[in-house]
């Protein structure tokens, strides 16, 4: 009787506080009723809707800047693009890091906007401070080199912003709801989506009404607009403090993953249990709230298994060091990391195809017509049909695809995060063909005319619609996947995982130019010429589609043996090591 009345209250009590590692802004277990879920993350969408404003504003239109301005050729714009895009998203691996280990996510989020911030405030300078801006002309031939160097100390400031901004602040977001808590949960899977309605609408304001007070008015205004937006956010993002739920920093994530290696390598010549429930692990009635999770063991990758195993079980467990004895849950988050790589080298063709959309597909509109009645559509604003692909396809799912999977497969998701990831991958391959189908009649009218004006920019739109739609499948399911899939203690880490793969896939993408310039020169002629003209985009993009198409294959044979993590749900190590999928829903 005694024992049901302890249960009851215990549930009554994780009704009432939320148990999962996670602190209110007094450093106290969060109440709540009062903290996080949408109360909390509208704040942080809020934020991310500026700072995705600001970055599309200015990626979308920076290769005209830079052919435009600057005056840099085709190859070299777009390789400058690339490096700057690969950059700004490769530089999180290190903001994530630092926001998982030391910092912690919100004090993350708060100094890198303030790094953001001062790239803006640079931008703005070189454009009004006279021995700072490009020429005193409106026009000139050759910019100020003082003005090439202070325009990328600003691009890259903001890179550095970026950087800690993008990783800390979505899974801050996703911090705001618990895990264990099946409300809660639910809510947390709409957030991914939610999240991507606010940076779709971030983006579509910034290729459309930045992008027009660029072309219209000039770049400077457009620079003040998106300071203030971003002091704005800033501002709101500091009032929803009392609201948040934090997680505390545990020092580096990567040092446990260290300590199982060495553990396995050093235990190499054990022989292997019998069972696993002869592996250590600490019980879930001794596990502090601060620790996280507990993981059920998975079969796969048993050498490091050995970490676990206890050698001498006559010396206390506290004496051991941690570099001769982990638990399975500290293995278990080993084999998690280690079998994420597969699918991050599997889904870098995708991310190439999507760097396309913001260089050559927007390159090739400022050749067409870009007249819509009387009005004249700015060239970058045609990627704007990409965020409204995005849109549509995430509300599909959202509302109609994931309510009936549901009741079909019985998955809290709709269908498993990699093949959502999976669908998305072959709308690249879909946009690759649809845009060498439209490069090839362009540069037709370009044969039979001498230029493509009389060429509708409309005629660009079914590859940006498409590509949306991928980036639904595909962009949020990369979201999910490396949030949930890495251990509980790496989750800003695992948010820059995903952006590397954008990051990476812009340096392959500037190699796979290089190499291709340099191939197709000999033979005669290169793909890509002075202008797009004298370019044969169309062949590159056939390329890029057989690349994706064979690359997909590969992906889903992985997908299919791909073990998701598997949280201990009130049971022994010994009791799910039989079923490594049953624990997870993903």
């Known amino acids: 009787m005694e024992q049901k009345i302890e249960a009851q209250t215990y549930v009554v009590d994780k009704e009432k506080w939320v148990y999962d590692s996670s602190v209110d802004h007094k450093g106290r277990v969060p109440l709540r009723s009062s903290t996080g879920v949408w109360k909390a ?3 942080i969408i809020a934020i991310e809707f500026s700072e995705r404003l600001s970055y599309f504003g200015i990626a979308t239109s920076l290769i005209l800047y830079l052919t435009m301005v600057i005056h840099q050729d085709l190859k070299t714009a777009a390789r400058s693009v690339n490096y700057w895009t690969g950059v700004t998203t490769l530089m999180p691996l290190l903001g994530g890091f630092l926001a998982d280990g030391y910092l912690g996510r919100f004090n993350t989020v708060l100094f890198s906007t303030i790094v953001y911030l001062l790239g803006l405030l640079l931008l703005t300078l070189s454009w009004f401070v006279p021995s700072l801006r490009a020429c005193d002309a409106d026009l000139c031939t050759e ?60 983006l579509l304001l910034g290729v459309t009404v930045i992008v027009y007070v660029q072309d219209h008015v000039n770049w400077g205004v457009a620079d003040i607009i998106l300071t203030v937006v971003m002091a704005l956010s800033l501002l709101i993002f500091a009032i929803g403090r009392s609201v948040y739920r934090y997680r505390k920093p545990m020092g580096s994530p990567l040092t446990p993953m260290l300590q199982v290696l060495v553990a396995a390598i050093c235990k190499r010549k054990l022989p292997y249990p019998f069972s696993a429930s002869e592996l250590f692990e600490v019980p879930k009635s001794q596990k502090g709230q601060a620790q996280g999770r507990l993981l059920c063991h998975t079969k796969k990758l048993q050498f490091l298994d050995k970490a676990a195993i206890l050698e001498n079980k006559e010396d206390s467990i506290e004496n051991q060091s941690p570099w001769k004895l982990a638990t399975v849950t500290k293995v278990e988050e080993m084999k998690l990391v280690l079998n994420m790589i597969p699918i991050w080298l599997t889904t870098l063709p995708f991310g190439v195809c999507v760097a396309q959309a913001a260089t050559f597909f927007i390159k090739q509109g400022t050749t067409m017509n870009l007249k819509m009645g009387n009005f004249q559509i700015p060239a970058a604003s045609i990627y704007s049909l990409a965020a409204i692909g995005m849109i549509i396809s995430v509300t599909l799912y959202e509302k109609i695809l994931v309510p009936m999977l549901r009741k079909t497969t019985g998955n809290e998701r709709g269908i498993k995060i990699l093949q959502r990831i999976g669908i998305g991958m072959f709308f690249s391959i879909s946009t690759m063909i649809v845009a060498a189908l439209v490069e090839r009649k362009r540069l037709q009218v370009v044969k039979k005319e001498g230029s493509s004006l009389s060429m509708s920019v409309f005629w660009l739109a079914p590859q940006f619609l498409i590509i949306g739609f991928g980036d639904g499948f595909a962009l949020v399911g990369l979201q999910e996947y490396f949030y949930d899939q890495v251990p509980d203690s790496m989750r800003s880490l695992g948010i820059a995982l995903y952006l590397s793969v954008i990051g990476a896939a ?3 993408s ?26 044969r985009l169309d062949n590159f993009y056939w390329l890029l589609a057989g690349i994706t198409a064979a690359n997909l294959c590969i992906y889903v044979v992985l997908a299919k043996r791909y073990t998701y993590k598997n949280v201990q749900r009130n049971v022994t190590v010994a009791d799910c090591q039989e079923s490594d999928d049953a624990g997870s829903m993903a």
């Open 143 to 202: 910019p100020r080199k003082v003005h090439k160097i202070i325009f990328f100390l600003a691009i890259y400031l903001i890179s550095i912003g970026t950087g800690g901004h993008k990783p800390s602040l979505e899974s801050f977001g996703a911090d705001q709801f618990d895990d264990d808590h099946s409300e809660e949960r639910k809510k947390k899977m709409s957030y991914f989506n939610w999240w991507n309605s606010g940076l779709c609408s971030g």
């Open 506 to 508: 812009n340096f392959v």
């Open 510 to 535: 500037s190699l796979l130019i290089t190499i291709t310039d340099n191939i197709t020169k000999k033979g005669g002629k290169s793909w890509f010429g002075k202008d797009l003209n004298s370019s």
């Open 41 to 43: 993350s509208f704040f």
